[in-house]
């Protein structure tokens, strides 16, 4: 049989367009097969709250922001209103403890105090104005803050003085308290007013004397030298020639009388 000779089939060739993107593409066929991993959706994404809801929400949120930087704007003012103002006077005080119960007992309220204070550093902060007798640092407690009992009236009074004073790094507040662990809601509200009343008073002593005089730096007093009965004698000057030889006139006359009136001779 003869032997059909079959045609080879020649593969067409490629434009060339086709075949510049296919060489151009070759290297990157990788990342084409490249599945993309979603990230996980948030509880917000999956259970969107209604438009009005949103808006609401919204609202909300710029009036709280707006009222949270008006009061901390007003109290960064308070603060610094507060500081280096005069102390109250005497009759001041002597006003404010009659309104409270445990007067006997001159209790402040000392906040803005670091966690890490020991009640060893708050007592020697506040012996500056005067003598402490105790300090108390609740266990249970959201912020830094101590009670400090002062022993006299007066150490009571300095101590407002050190309200604005830093103590560990920290700016303290001074404000008047009451003793006792416990504190009803009306005690603290009744508190908080006596401390605004405080303050309006003590912006007001800015014209009387007698708070401008009381300050925490302590009255130099004289000394006072203790002396010596032997050592701290006057010296007196040694006797002249004349007061010697007079002087033992006087001692022979007299020795002359005495034995004479041993003999029993009338003189």
Do not use: C, W
Request: no cysteine.
């Amino acid at each position: 049989m003869a032997k059909i000779k079959r045609k080879a089939t020649v593969p067409e060739p490629k434009p060339q367009q086709q075949q510049a993107d296919d060489d151009s593409g070759s290297d990157y066929e990788v990342d084409r097969h490249m599945t993309l991993t979603r990230a996980p959706k948030t509880v917000a994404e999956e259970f969107p709250l209604p438009k009005q809801v949103r808006k609401d929400v919204v609202k909300r949120g710029t009036a709280a922001q707006d009222v949270s930087e008006d009061e901390s704007s007003e109290e960064e003012e308070d603060d610094d209103e507060d500081v280096n103002l005069p102390t109250l006077t005497k009759a001041q005080i002597a006003e404010i403890l009659q309104t409270i119960k445990n007067n006997k007992r001159l209790v402040l309220n000392v906040s803005n105090v670091n966690f890490s204070t020991s009640k060893e550093e708050i007592e020697e902060h506040f012996r500056k104005a005067g003598r402490v007798k105790g300090v108390r640092i609740p266990k249970k407690r959201a912020s830094g803050f101590a009670f400090v009992e002062m022993l006299d009236a007066e150490g009571f009074q300095k101590a407002f003085l050190l309200h604005g004073s830093f103590l560990d790094g920290r700016q303290i507040r001074v404000q008047l308290s009451e003793s006792g662990k416990k504190k009803s809601h009306q005690k603290i509200l009744l508190l908080e007013k006596k401390n605004a009343e405080i303050r309006k008073m003590r912006k007001k002593n800015r014209a009387k004397p007698e708070a401008k005089e009381v300050t925490l730096v302590p009255k130099v007093q004289p000394k006072v030298v203790e002396r010596d009965p032997y050592l701290d004698k006057k010296k007196t000057k040694p006797p002249t020639k004349k007061e010697i030889k007079a002087y033992k006139k006087k001692v022979s006359l007299k020795a002359k009388f005495r034995n004479v009136a041993m003999k029993g001779i009338k003189v």
